[in-house]
Nanobody
Framework: QVRLVESGGGLVQAGGSLRLSCAAS????????MGWYRQAPGKQRESVAT???????NYADSVKGRFTISRDNAKNTVYLQMNSLKPEDTAVYYC??????????WGQGTQVTVSS
C-alpha cells in the first residue's frame, strides 16, 4: 500500500488560488496514476484531475482552464494548482494513487473552503 499525505488546503476568497500537495511514501515509478478527487457535503466524491506515469492529464469539465495537476518524480509528490477559485470548489480534496502491485490508496483529505 502507498501512504499519501495531502497538504495545502485552507480558506480563500473567490478568485483566489491555492496549491495542494500530495506526498507519496513510495517511488512514483511504481504508481501508474495519481489523482485528485473532492467531496462536498451531501455530494458524492468526484474526480477533479488525474495524471499518468506518462504525464497524460485529465480534468473535470468544471475545473478545466483553472486547475493544473503536475508531478515531481524526484519528490514523489503530485500537485494541484487551483486558480480562479469559486465557492462551488469548496470540498474536502483527496489524493489517490493507483498501481499494479498495491490496492488503490487514498490520502486523509484536506479541506478547501472558498468564500464568496
Amino acid at each position: 500500500q502507498v501512504r499519501l499525505v495531502e497538504s495545502g488546503g485552507g480558506l480563500v476568497q473567490a478568485g483566489g488560488s491555492l496549491r495542494l500537495s500530495c506526498a507519496a511514501s513510495r517511488s512514483f515509478f511504481s504508481i501508474n496514476v495519481m489523482g485528485w478527487y473532492r467531496q462536498a457535503p451531501g455530494k458524492q466524491r468526484e474526480s477533479v484531475a488525474t495524471i499518468t506515469s506518462g504525464d497524460r492529464t485529465n480534468y473535470a469539465d468544471s475545473v478545466k482552464g483553472r486547475f493544473t495537476i503536475s508531478r515531481d518524480n524526484a519528490k514523489n509528490t503530485v500537485y494541484l494548482q487551483m486558480n480562479s477559485l469559486k465557492p462551488e470548489d469548496t470540498a474536502v480534496y483527496y489524493c489517490l494513487a493507483v498501481g499494479e502491485d498495491f490496492p488503490p490508496s487514498w490520502g486523509q483529505g484536506t479541506q478547501v473552503t472558498v468564500s464568496s
